[in-house]
Each structure stands twice: as C-alpha cells, then as structure tokens.
C-alpha cells in the first residue's frame, strides 16, 4: 500500500537531477561527438564503403589500366581496394563527428587514404616493368578464305596464281 508513496518520492530527485543537468554548462556527450552513433548514420557509412568500393575499383583500373589489374593477384586487390575504402569511411565519420573538420584524427585518415593511393600506384607500376611483352612474330603470309561452294571454305595462302587446279576448278 505504500508503493504509491515510495515512486513519488523517486521520481522528485530524478526531476531535479534532469533539471540540474539541462541547466548545467556542460554539453552533453552527443554534442561532443563521444557519444552513440544513430542507426541511420550508420547504415549512411555502410552505403558509403560499398559506393566506396565500386569507385575505388573503377578509378584504379581507368588510371592503372585494366591490363595491369588482371595481372595482380586478387588477395592484393582486395586488400588495397578494402583498406581505401574503410579509410574513407572513417575519414567521413571523422568529419561528421566532430565539431570542426581538420582534427588529428581526420588528419590521420587522410594520411592513411594518401598512403593507399601511394601503395596502389606503386604496385601497378611494379606490375608494369614486370608484365610479360606481347610476341611481335608475325606471320606475313596473306592468307584468304574462297568459297568454292556454299558451306565449304577453302584456305588460299596466296603463294601461287594458278592454284585453281588443286581447288577443283579448271576455269
């Protein structure tokens, strides 16, 4: 029967607490960046790896080359095209969490996406001194392809002028 009693009474020191802490000077911890993310930000940050990923991808092949990405095992690949990514990622979420933008910790994140974009280049370029060169031998015989009758070919090299004989065609 009491219990009535006991909750009012809780309740006036957590109203006054509330009102202390409102009217107190101190920001609250998500003003400061410190405190929890909200879900939509995150699921932003997770929108914005996989956007991350496919223009990683797309940059390096136009700037490398797409010759020399298929020359790359795929373990490396991944492992650049993850870590720009997830850098990127949390060079965003430095800018969004804190109050100003050049922080030392977006300044770290830069310098991470810096150094992959460095690593990148000098792997595609390693992979350009050590790609195997194309066989320039030629084979400079013209070579034709005549149809004696329709639905069979017949391979001329072009070595002779009177071959006609061998194709059956006396004329």
Known sequence: MN???????TEEPLAELTAELLSAETPLPEATGEGPVPVWLRLAYAFEFL???????????EIGGQGHLDLMPWYIKLACVFGLAWCCVRFTAGIVEQSQ??????????????LFGIAMGAITYYYHLHEVPEDDDEDTSATSIRMVTPGAFVYDTGKGKNDDAHYGNDG
């Open 51 to 61: 956007v991350a990923l496919i223009a990683i991808l797309n940059v390096w092949s």
């Open 101 to 114: 933008v050049w922080t030392r910790r977006t300044i770290a994140w830069f310098a991470c996406i810096l």
């Open 3 to 9: 219990e009535p009693l006991d909750l009012a009474k």
